[in-house]
């Protein structure tokens, strides 16, 4: 057992302190949120995330996991300390790493004994570096640390899963010491050899990855690792534009494509483009990075163009078959910026409906858990409490978010409800020639 803090308790500070206080550690989750970290002591969770709030319960109830606001405390107390605070971008779409400067000062002057620090929040390569001169210029107690990177790869909406039975664990180290420490604490999770809290049935055999590097390497293989993923989704969306201008079918083009190991399946669901305050973030970042570094990444840029060009590629389909949108009636199913999670931050659908409302439409909404954080910045629309009240008198309706509750609905129903049947399916997730057997005007994405 290692006593660990977490510094910042959002998306990833709150699931990697539940997590490894669920494989045995003893952690303080730290946040200057006083009211995050009230909503967290009282038992609540300020996201959704699956799993997380049984762990969070069960883990506090064991006494391994607290929390707090009080980040001296959090500093004292424990041996490994993680930066999980936000590094959200500035105008210019570079990194703020205002609050990882902070925190590094603030342990440099408040530790009496060694750390291990280890930055988690995704940060410019280089960023390592700077803390360490940070925390050597405030080195009050001349304490020995360590710095290492810790890169994470929590997916919104399966974070818990991917933390606990991860493809790899990523480290970047100076010393033999941090390798060590990481290695003993991640011990559980390489050789899988907890007790499963979820999926309790099937058996992880194999052993996760851990790989080994430098610092500059471990911070570069989570913007490159993001990078790529997102450059997937811009080229199967690309792919999808030149499918609609041949009669092809970019769904039967990404199951061919995918099935060359060498390219894999996943991430070739084309679609409205990807959100989420990873994507867009990372990848204005790393442009941004690369340019102080002498490199123009006009692939990456390209990328972010196609992303961005996706929303006009909808209303422009919108209009094709609407002609006037103004005074139309249009449904959305899902704001989320995908499913399973609350989170909205850079969702397609936030573009969407304040496009449609400058075009003059009336809009009524649905999401399963994200109405509550839209309504805070979008209060003029119509929200509902499921996807039948939204088709109820709508011109048209949009797939934005492709929620699993929508792929089972009653599409007979549905039709009945609509004032015309007009279908466009931002997510490719119905079957098209069901729709188009059952009467609807079936508008996909690159199909
Ligand atoms: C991502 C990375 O996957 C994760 O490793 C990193 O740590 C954080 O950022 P996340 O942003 O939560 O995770 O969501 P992800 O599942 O990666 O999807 C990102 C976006 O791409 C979503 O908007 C999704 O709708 C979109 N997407 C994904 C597609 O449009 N098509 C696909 O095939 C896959």
Redesign the pocket.
């Known amino acids: 057992m290692i006593k660990i803090s977490i510094i910042g308790t959002g998306y990833v500070g709150l699931v990697t302190g539940t997590c490894l206080a669920e494989i045995g550690h003893k952690v303080i989750c730290q946040d200057n949120d006083k009211k995050k970290i009230n909503i967290l002591k009282n038992h609540e969770i300020p996201i959704f995330e699956p799993h997380l709030k049984k762990l969070v319960i069960n883990n506090v109830k064991k006494g391994r996991l607290v929390f707090t606001d009080d980040p001296i405390f959090a500093t004292r107390q424990s041996e490994i300390i993680f930066i999980c605070v936000g590094t959200p971008p500035l105008k210019d779409g570079e990194a703020d790493l205002s609050a990882v400067e902070k925190v590094s000062h603030l342990i440099a002057e408040n530790s009496s004994s060694y750390k291990l620090i280890v930055e988690k929040s ?1 940060v410019p390569v280089q960023t390592g570096m700077w803390i360490d001169k940070t925390i050597n210029l405030y080195n009050k107690n001349n304490i020995e640390f360590d710095i290492a990177s810790n890169p ?6 399966s974070a818990v899963e ?1 933390f606990l039975h991860p493809d790899r664990i990523v480290i970047g180290v100076q010393k033999k010491r941090a390798e060590k420490f990481l290695k003993k604490l991640y011990h559980p999770i390489i050789e899988q050899s907890f007790s499963y809290p979820i999926h309790k049935n099937c058996k992880y055999s194999e052993k996760i990855p851990f790989v080994v590097t430098d610092i500059n390497s471990a911070e570069l293989i989570k913007h490159a ?2 990078s790529f ?2 450059t ?2 811009s080229f ?2 690309a792919i999808s534009d030149i499918c609609e201008k041949t009669g092809a079918d970019v769904t039967k083009v990404a199951y061919g494509i995918g099935l060359d190991s060498r390219i894999g399946k ?6 409205i ?7 867009p973030k ?1 990848l204005q970042a790393f442009i941004r990075i690369s340019e102080k570094l002498g490199y123009e990444f006009s692939l990456l840029k390209e990328v972010e163009k196609i992303n961005e060009n996706r929303i006009k590629v909808l209303i422009n389909k919108i209009k094709d078959h609407l002609w006037i949108i103004k005074d139309k009636t249009i449904g959305i199913l899902g704001l989320s ?2 499913p399973n ?1 609350d989170d909205i931050r850079y969702a ?1 659908s936030i573009k969407i409906i304040n496009e449609l409302k400058r075009e003059g439409a009336l809009i009524r909404a649905y999401d399963p858990k994200a109405i509550n954080k839209v309504k805070e910045i979008i209060p003029d629309i119509i929200y509902c409490n499921n996807s039948y009240d939204v088709a109820k008198n709508s011109d048209a309706l949009i797939v934005v978010t492709e929620w699993n509750e929508f792929k089972n609905l009653d599409i007979l129903k549905i039709k009945s409800l609509m004032k015309r049947p007009l279908i466009f399916d931002g997510r490719n997730m119905w079957d098209k020639e069901k729709m188009i057997n059952e009467g609807f005007e079936y508008i996909g994405i690159g199909r």
Request: charged residues 25%; hydrophobic residues 40%.
């Open positions: 995704t994470e790869f929590l997916r919104e909406g991917d690792s993001n993923l997102a997937k989704v199967i969306n996943k991430f070739l669901n084309a679609g483009g990807f959100g989420g305050f990873c994507f990372d910026f995908k999670t397609p």
